[in-house]
């Protein structure tokens, strides 16, 4: 079930009505744990079985790593708990890459394999609910959390519907306690729900659908285009993806303060930031700080010398990549940003980086806006490994870059990439000087009703005539 899509608002007029008239945490927990499931069946009810495994094995587990002191035993319950869930993960997202991978090598070598493709579906959002879910187990065998011991509040935490499918990745110690606590939504919480809720429907389906539909033309026949019109439609994915996935985090985060739920920022305007490493501070950040708690610090951190902590940043980096997608251009576009990082960690030393611009005259602009124009562009070349469906692909868009052919059509792509690029900044700007991602309630409130309104009616029209898009992160 896509947010942006008639069927989703039907959903939600019936979800939130009842959530407001039950009364007692037992019954909204239960009522949200069927609406979550209800919404995710919509895609694949066959699916839910996967969610509901991980969810028995790793509450059992969390009971038992709780009440274990022999390490041994602790440990062997943890593997339990990761080889259930990274073991589904393996079979449904990475099975055939695998195996296609074995079959190109072995057909080079001139043998058939082909008995090893399976037709393997996909599950929406599974990448997001296991690195949820395991995060659950690994904090209670680390004894930083105690398990909760209801069953049904467990269930919510795995499945909650705002960001099942595409994230924010929470934490068990910051959502158990909010869903352990549900009860009426503050008026604070409800107006910064609709202000979210607008902003993310406004980036979601008049910049980041409006761009993927042109981004989908140039890449689904670049052969077609010319060198401006490539970079245009590489540029317009960067917007894409970043109106998509921050527009869904704002729905989520939304609809969830309408629940009386808070859930954590995943975007912090990562386009304004000044090197790789706040990038990476700012992007996707949900994911980025599980990585580290969970894997970077898990290798050793930057604990073990300046050599390994290159190595260990390369390799979270890498398998991050592997986590967005099963195929190699991911993997490059890790091993991409893992090399950007190791680098300028190498650069800065022990240095600390700054979170955003610290204003002490004129050069201190200058160089922070040489820092967010140098960002940028590594971050494009990485958007393509990204973006591009093979290898043959990505080096066709470098080699139409290398060998720059004009078009007539230049100045028209130049305006598109203008005019979506503006909004973004726009927005972006009135977020990083306001530091507030509900920067439209600082207004009186007749004004701030009346923007919500507006742009709420520009979007349902918008929605009346076009289908859907799905949103990108769905496929991972």
């Known amino acids: 079930m896509f947010f942006n899509s008639f069927i989703f608002f039907i959903f939600l007029a019936i979800v939130l009505p009842v959530f407001y008239l039950l009364r007692g945490q037992r019954q909204k927990a239960s009522w949200l744990l069927i609406a979550s499931y209800v919404f995710y069946s919509y895609w694949d009810w066959r699916f839910c079985s996967l969610l509901l495994i991980s969810t028995v094995v790793d509450f059992f587990v969390g009971r038992a790593l709780h009440a274990a002191d022999d390490e041994t035993r602790r440990k062997r319950l943890l593997w339990v708990s990761c080889a259930v869930n990274l073991g589904i993960l393996a079979v449904f997202k990475y099975f055939n890459f695998f195996a296609a991978s074995i079959q190109e090598t072995a057909a080079s070598m001139g043998m058939n394999v082909d008995f090893l493709h399976l037709n393997i579906i996909l599950p929406v959002g599974i990448s997001f609910y296991t690195f949820q879910t395991m995060s659950y187990t690994i904090d209670i065998y680390r004894r930083k959390l105690e398990p909760t011991h209801s069953f049904i509040d467990f269930a919510l935490f795995v499945s909650f519907f705002p960001q099942l499918v595409a994230g924010p990745i929470e934490r068990a110690r910051n959502l158990l306690p909010e869903i352990a606590r549900l009860g009426k939504p503050t008026r604070t919480q409800v107006s910064e729900g609709l202000a979210l809720l607008t902003v993310g429907f406004f980036k979601k389906v008049l910049i980041g659908d409006a761009c993927g539909r042109i981004v989908d033309h140039i890449f689904g026949q670049p052969e077609l285009y010319k060198s401006p019109e490539l970079l245009a439609g590489l540029i317009l994915f960067s917007i894409q993806i970043y109106a998509d996935f921050s527009g869904y985090s704002n729905i989520a985060r939304g609809l969830a303060k309408l629940l009386g739920i808070e859930l954590m920022k995943n975007f912090e305007q990562p386009y304004l930031s000044a090197n790789i490493t706040e990038f990476w501070r700012r992007w996707h950040i949900s994911l980025s700080s599980w990585l580290r708690d969970y894997l970077y610090i898990s290798l050793g951190g930057n604990r073990r010398g300046n050599g390994r902590t290159y190595i260990n940043l390369l390799t979270t980096m890498l398998l991050g990549g592997l986590w967005h997608g099963a195929a190699w251009t991911f993997v490059v576009w890790g091993g991409l ?140």
Not at 342 to 351: F, L, P, Q
Not at 396 to 418: C, K, M, N, P, T
Not at 435 to 447: D, E, G, I, Q, Y
């Open 337 to 476: 940003h893992g090399l950007y990082l190791a680098v300028h960690k190498m650069v800065i030393g022990d240095r600390k980086v700054a979170d955003r611009l610290a204003y002490t005259g004129p050069a201190s602009a200058v160089k922070w806006v040489g820092g967010v124009i140098g960002t940028n562009l590594i971050v494009l070349l990485t958007w393509l490994f990204f973006r591009a469906a093979d290898f043959d692909q990505a080096w066709y868009f470098l080699d139409q870059f290398a060998h720059w052919q004009g078009s007539e059509l230049s100045g028209r792509f130049l305006g598109i990439v203008l005019s979506f690029g503006g909004m973004m900044v726009f927005l972006d700007c009135l977020e990083y000087f306001t530091r507030s991602h509900v920067w439209v309630l600082k207004l009186r409130p007749a004004a701030a009703a009346g923007i919500c309104t507006a742009v709420m009616i520009v979007v349902l029209l918008f929605m009346a005539t076009v289908e859907p898009m799905p949103f990108v992160y769905f496929q991972f």
